[in-house]
C-alpha cells in the first residue's frame, strides 16, 4: 500500500509503564513509502520481561484507509 522502500521514523510517540518486568505500552510511530504515508498504532505488554504486541493497526495519513494487523482480541493480552 506504501510501496518499498519503507521508512520508518525511529521516534515513537505514546507511552511506556514498566515495573519490575510488567508492563503497558501505546505507541504510535510514523511510516511511509513512495506512494503514500501512515502510522502503526500499537499495544504491548510486558510479562516477567518479555513483550508481546497486543494489538496493532495501520491507519492512513488521510485517514481512508485502516487495517488490522494484530487483532487484540485474538491475543493473551488482559485489559488495561
Known amino acids: ?22 508492563g503497558n505500552a ?14 502503526l498504532d500499537e499495544w504491548a505488554q510486558e510479562e516477567n520481561g518479555k513483550w508481546q504486541v497486543c494489538g496493532l493497526q495501520f491507519e492512513s495519513s488521510d485517514g481512508s484507509t485502516s487495517i488490522t494487523l494484530v487483532d487484540e482480541s485474538l491475543t493473551h493480552c488482559e485489559p488495561e
Not at 26 to 39: A, E, H, N, W, Y
Open 26 to 39: 501505546d505507541l504510535t510511530v510514523q511510516i511511509s513509502g513512495p506512494l503514500g504515508r501512515g502510522k
Open 1 to 22: 500500500m506504501l510501496g518499498e522502500p519503507m521508512r520508518v521514523s525511529r521516534i515513537a510517540e505514546g507511552r511506556i509503564l514498566a515495573n519490575r518486568g510488567d
